[in-house]
């Protein structure tokens, strides 16, 4: 299997060597190859372009690793050390730079400090990442301090980095109820055990009564605000020199479904009161206008309901409870019954209904284990895959590999998001509205909705510009900090911000790390804290770069083994060398090389096991097989050479690079436990969201 994805524009172009980038051998100079050790290479030049290239793949695999990189210790002397004076620092840990994500502010005064948002970063694209989180070395100097974690709502990347980061550093987390019900969730189903005596501590705040508790030297309020998740808030913090407000995630949507509007009224009159700093949200900033009201689309799905000759499934993001709301109404409207399915999307429901947030009429929903058995005109089938998530259900379902539902002709698709931008989903939605069409599947996409007739069928649930000019002019602030958006959209936050009036002076554009000093009367950029990116994978264990760069290294060149066994009194080759390779070259179809390959061993063998220390010999032979294999093919695969050492009582010793020996029996064993682990998490995650 292919690890890497070729369409990611984070790799670096293949090499283009002269061989082109075929990836079959090229022809060669058959001369007179010379030993291992000896010291009259047959090309000087060849062996030279042999060791750059294999560090210009290195480097290559570095710089992509290096991506996600974590926290190097920053200079001292700056914020790095302890600071008492009397001032607020507001720094970003996470969500100041790409594109918003793992979106985590750290406020502190004095001996107090509070978190704002905890999330985790889902569009990490390296091999066997699952997700990465902030880096907390900088919590580590300042632990003691640490009152919270207030939460402004429940999208992973605002709450997804707490399992990992709560248990080290613990604190009450605050939030809506919404909210906390999603936090609990998270931390049930989070993968590893959590330290011995660890207390998940919980505070659930009303976002409708304007309740302040007080937290450390702060007060804490939440305001209700629209989004596509129940129970969104802003972060109000009162502070020893100020009010600062942190907007979450937002949208002024006038007509919400569920008629939770955000609280205009309540943001108006803290402006009024003064407001020190806004952090506001940037993700859509660059979007004209105002987006739409999520009431605009209920229309078409009564539309597309009433046209549909058969079954209804509709795609969209887990979380998004208001437009599940809004299909139940339709279907209801029409007199079907809906199924759901995708497991988050089920306790997301849940949870809404527990807390009143949705209102389904009784006998409604069917379970998903009877849809095979229902009159196809009766159904609409909820489910995720909206974003053509490979193990999604609406792509099990497409593909025939779901338990109970199999689509097929005359079934009708709706796709009710749109792709999640720069993450490489457009293809993988492509790829399966393809399959649907060849089974003659009617498919609706929003951005095909004039083609189709048919009213939109997504709206965002962020803001537009008009929107985040709105909030700026509500809550008269004095300082404005765009947050939660890569570097260029926050630019033009800062820009529309001074369009409202806000001096530039007063607005600071930071990156993760950089620290935002404020007193009553200024705010200014000082100095830096570490941060940085932690690995996550499918077990929920953390990731060193090192092993991600050597996945890289892995994906792009592949691998080979050679295997040789040796008597140790003779030091004559007992066996053919054995050569296994994975993901470099078809050996089948490239005998000579393999054959070429096994003639150079045993005359290195031959001229050198006997003379040097083993160690000495392995790193010869590593480097000799590199050169080989790249003059041969113009590539540089991850060489590893095996020597078994066969003793006079018959004894095999086993050396693999180094000195570290394994029985296949204990790697097995590894490897399945690792294996179960793996199988053990089973939560299915939901994507960063629109
Ligand atoms: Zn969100």
Redesign the pocket.
């Known amino acids: 299997m292919e690890l890497i994805n070729n369409n990611n524009p984070n790799r670096p172009p293949k090499r283009d060597n002269n061989s082109g980038n075929s990836r079959g051998p090229r022809p060669q100079n058959n001369n007179n190859n010379t030993g291992i050790g000896n010291d009259a290479p047959r090309s000087g030049a060849s062996r030279g372009q042999a060791v750059r290239a294999l560090k210009r793949t290195q480097m290559d695999a570095q710089r992509i690793a290096n991506q996600y990189q974590a926290a190097v210790a920053v200079k001292p002397g700056r914020a790095n050390v302890i600071d008492d004076t009397p001032r607020l620092k507001v720094i970003g840990l996470g969500g100041m730079d790409g594109g918003g994500s793992k979106n985590m502010i750290l406020v502190e005064y004095m001996d107090d400090a509070v978190i704002l948002d905890c999330g985790n970063d889902l569009g990490v694209d390296l091999p066997g990442i699952n997700y990465g989180i902030a880096d907390t070395a900088y919590l580590e100097t300042i632990k003691h301090k640490i009152r919270a974690y207030i939460i402004t709502?429940g999208?992973l990347?605002?709450i997804g980095g707490l399992p990992h980061i709560v248990p080290k550093f613990p604190a009450p987390i605050y939030g809506s109820k919404f909210t906390i019900g999603r936090v609990e969730e998270i931390f049930e189903n989070f993968g590893l055990p959590m330290p011995e005596g660890f207390e998940l501590r919980t505070v659930t705040m009303n976002e409708n009564t304007h309740e302040r508790l007080k937290v450390g030297v702060f007060f804490v309020e939440l305001v209700r605000v629209t989004?596509?998740?129940p129970g969104s808030t802003v972060i109000v913090l009162d502070t020893p020199v100020g009010r600062i407000i942190n907007t979450g995630?937002f949208r002024l949507d006038p007509n919400p479904l569920d008629h939770e509007r955000t609280d205009i009224e309540r943001l108006k009159e803290l402006g009024n009161e003064g407001v020190l700093a806004l952090l506001s949200e940037s993700t859509t900033v660059e979007r004209m206008g105002r987006t739409p009201s999520e009431s605009t689309i209920e229309q078409s799905f009564i539309d597309i309901m009433s046209q549909a000759p058969g079954r209804i499934f509709v795609g969209l993001f887990s979380t998004n409870m208001n437009r599940v709301q809004m299909i139940i109404n339709a279907a209801v409207h029409h007199n079907k019954k809906v199924a759901m399915d995708g497991r988050s999307m089920v306790s997301t429901l849940e949870m809404a209904v527990r807390h009143g947030f949705m209102r389904v009429p009784k006998g409604t929903f069917v379970p998903i284990a009877s849809a095979a058995t229902m009159k196809d005109t009766d159904l609409v089938v909820v489910c995720t895959g909206s974003q053509g998530e490979p193990s999604s259900a609406l792509q099990r379902m497409a593909n025939g590999e779901h338990r109970h539902v199999k689509m097929k002709e005359q079934d009708t698709v709706i796709l009710s998001s749109t792709p999640i931008p720069e993450s490489g989903n457009d293809a993988l939605i492509g790829t399966m509205v393809d399959g649907l069409v060849k089974k003659g599947v009617h498919v609706f996409e929003h951005r095909n909705h004039e083609l189709d007739g048919v009213g939109p069928l997504h709206v965002s649930?962020h803001a537009s510009r008009d929107e985040y000019a709105d909030m700026i002019n509500f809550t008269k602030p004095k300082f404005f900090i765009p947050i939660y958006g890569a570097y260029r959209v926050k630019q033009r936050h800062v820009e529309l911000a001074i369009e409202q009036g806000i001096p530039r002076a007063n607005t600071a554009n930071v990156n993760n790390g950089e620290v935002i000093a404020i007193t009553p009367n200024s705010m200014v950029v000082e100095g830096e804290v570490p941060s940085g990116t932690i690995l996550v994978d499918q077990t929920g264990a953390l990731v060193s770069n090192v092993v991600v760069k050597d996945r890289v290294l892995l994906s792009e060149e592949g691998l080979v083994a050679v295997i040789l066994t040796i008597d140790k009194k003779s030091g004559n080759l007992l066996t053919s060398p054995d050569i296994i390779s994975r993901g470099f070259i078809y050996m089948r179809d490239n005998e000579e090389i393999m054959n070429g390959l096994r003639v150079e061993l045993r005359r290195a063998v031959q001229q050198r096991f006997k003379r040097v220390e083993l160690d000495r010999f392995k790193s010869e032979l590593k480097d000799h097989i590199t050169h080989f294999l790249f003059e041969h093919t113009q590539r540089s695969p991850t060489v590893i050479p095996v020597v078994n050492v066969v003793g006079a009582k018959g004894e095999v010793k086993t050396v693999v690079n180094g000195s570290h020996t394994k029985t296949s029996d204990e790697i097995a064993t590894e490897q399945q436990k690792r294996f179960q682990q793996m199988r053990a998490r089973l939560l299915s995650q939901d994507p960063r969201?629109d």
Request: no cysteine; hydrophobic share 20%.
């Open positions: 709502h999208h990347d605002h989004h596509s998740i995630d649930g969201v």
